[in-house]
């Protein structure tokens, strides 16, 4: 879809909802249990004749063993390899074959698989996804085969793209504790070194009925898909439980600065602050006031350091939605011959004016429809409403939320974001790093 149809299609779902979010029609599903522990969550939509079948793991980077980083990743791309029942390499063909599209993502904290068919081939998507849970191959053939796959995305994404370390050198200086300090990618070292016996635990382990939540959106019948799914998730075994004990992060209690260097044109400085875990009221303010800072060419930052200053190229604000307390990351890239001293200054301006002083009254409800304007795109498609529910139900607990989230912005205040930016948006509270070309350490 290109950009301009993208965002004339926005516009016209905005028009056909209304003025406010609020207003929207409830989006009705079915939520229930299998004995195993394999949540289950199902939304009938017969306006078009396709299906989103879906899975989401309870895992992600944060969950690996110190040793062993990158697994979580490693399996996003491991598990299309085959089953007991599926030859080697035609899991992707099956799809294909069937009309469908498949994909899959990790984070820090998740695992998560879908399959967009069409509506008659729901049972396909459910047969193979029971075949991932259950019987896929784990064996040093796979291993090496996705090995060289990984490592080839790691040189494409971080090794070889400009910037592309930011969050891997951000993360890893600002926890010392918890496991947010390795990147979702992992290393290298850790993935050769590992034995064919450490990927069959990590998949024993986390590819259970009990750390997953299956969603089903679109062209269904809810009582024969009950029945299907039944069929395919019911004799799975539940795993054992799985121990979600991790080292709590000490405070910063300092500013850290350090220099990397890097394969780029144009240095660059960045910031990372540490920031609380998402659903809280904290979070919900961060995100407000984030979209106020860096939302488009309209927002803060662009409009400082790019229009007026013409110190930065580009300059962006983001806070990652993480399960445990996290790291919002503020960026800007310097203009042709400014020195990364003089960005620095121009992005602790805006920092301070964000902790000093309320934003205005327009910016504030233009945040205010930018964010009901986003979650009516989110759930545009079936894929998109796949994902939210599957990610309202496993990182937040409660699948509803898409339905009731937008309250939780709406209720934000600017004087909640005025104090969230002091709670969090301080000196004391951020890793600075200035990013530098390589050949300024020759």
Known sequence: MTFLKKHALLLLMCLVAGTSMAQMKKLQFEEYELDNGLKVLLHEDRSTPIVTVSVMYHVGSKDENPERTGFAHFFEHLMFEGSKNIERGKFVELIAEAGGYRNANTSWDRTYYYEL????????????ESERMLHAIVDQTGVETQREVVKEERRQRVDNQPYGAIPEELFNRAFSKHSYQWPIIGSMDHLNAATEQDYKQFYEDYYVPNNATLVIAGDINVKETKSLVQKYFGPIPQGKEIPRELPMEPPLDGEIRDTVYDNVQLPAVVMGYRTPALGTDDFYALEMLNKILSDGQSSRMYKSLVDEKQVAIAAFAQNPALEDPGLAIVAGICNMGVDPAQVEAAINEEMEKVRTKLVSEREYQK???????????????MEGIAENLATY??????????NTEIQRYLDVTREDMMAAAKKYYNEDNRVVLYWLPTQQNQ
Not at 395 to 400: I, R
């Open 367 to 381: 945040i205010r429809n930018q964010v009901e304007n986003d979650m009516v795109f989110n759930v545009a498609s």
């Open 117 to 128: 068919l069409p509506s008659n081939q729901v049972e396909l998507g459910l047969w193979l």
């Open 393 to 402: 139900e496993v990182m937040y607990g409660d699948a509803n939320l898409i």
